[in-house]
């Protein structure tokens, strides 16, 4: 199987689709963890205000804070410079908050992006398939028309749909029609240009009658 054949880049694009599948899962548990930890944090801080220092509570709220800030930074090493000491409590330092918001924005930046490109890899799978249906469909109807008649009319048909369903429910229709035209009728011209006969009589430029003579 060529590279560049239809299958060929259907398999690429399905290939390229799981890679995008797996950016959205990473991204998405990179953001979710970040702004957990962040608002985890937040509640431990306002516990902390409630509780007396130097208590055995008090000392249990410290530790888990603390803990919850090396995760933090174990996860996201950026985030090192914007916290200190104070009082034995790792807190946020003044003047970061806004640093960290746009981080945490940052985050979720990302998120969105790789979803958007799943989108277009998704996409991109379904236009792939549609060309290996369309090229499979093609060689089908060239064999069926060669014995022209009605075989030929509905080779010409389904042939004209896979067309028109690329370009939506309107298209859809004008390409079966199109295409069963194609089928039904045969150039006589050396040519045996079918399918510009058939455009003509869509377009009214060559009657029914004419086609036949």
Known sequence: MKANSPEGKLEAAKKAADA???GVEHATNAFNELNDSINGLNDKYANLENLTKGTKEWRQAVREINQEVMDLISQNPELAGMFENVDGVMRVKEGKEEELEAYLESKEMD???AQ?????ADAAVVQA???VDYKNLSRKAKLD???GGAEGALSGAAKGAVIGSMLGPIGSIAGGLIGGI???FKSKD???DTEETAK???NGDLSLEDAKA
């Open 200 to 202: 003509k009589i869509a």
């Open 145 to 147: 028309y060669s014995s």
């Open 190 to 192: 050396s040519k045996g």
């Open 129 to 131: 398939q549609q060309n």
């Open 116 to 120: 958007a490109g799943k989108i277009a």
């Open 111 to 113: 998120m969105v992006k």
């Open 20 to 22: 995008a599948a797996k």
């Open 182 to 184: 194609a089928g039904a």
